[in-house]
């Protein structure tokens, strides 16, 4: 089994930036393929980003292609989410998502553990 521990949330202006991480437990962190997801208050989970187990692929849900990039660091067990040009829209709890295939995807149901989730906050 695998452990995610996201962090690096905050409160940001709008047009700000912040840097999230995600660090996983076990040996076997770069066979999986990963991904983003985000809630916002009364709303459903929805995709962010997904990115491959060698993180060369990678696939961005439409509202943030452009602002948001993201890496991997397979040596660390960690995933680095950079997110640019942040706005209010963008507020929500951020989950970090792993899935035991190395393919890419978007729906939730693909993932098989789930971190704890970390507030990214955008004001006005």
């Known amino acids: 089994q695998v452990q995610l521990v996201e962090s690096g949330g905050g409160l940001v202006q709008a047009g700000g930036s912040l840097r999230l991480s995600c660090a996983a437990s076990?040996?076997?962190?770069?066979?999986?393929?990963m991904g983003w997801f985000r809630q916002a208050p009364g709303e459903e989970r929805e995709f962010v980003v997904t990115?491959?187990?060698?993180?060369?692929?990678?696939y961005y849900e439409d509202s943030v292609k452009g602002r948001f990039t993201t890496s991997r660091d397979n040596a660390k067990n960690t995933l680095y989410p950079q997110m640019n040009s942040l706005k209010p829209e963008d507020t929500a709890v951020y989950y970090c998502?792993?899935?035991?295939?190395?393919?890419?995807?978007?729906?939730?149901?693909?993932?098989?553990?789930w971190g704890q989730g970390t507030q990214v906050t955008v004001s006005s």
């Open positions: 990115v491959s187990r060698t993180g060369t692929g990678t």
């Open positions: 998502a792993a899935r035991t295939l190395p393919a890419l995807s978007d729906r939730i149901s693909d993932y098989d553990y």
């Open positions: 076990g040996r076997t962190f770069s066979n999986y393929a």
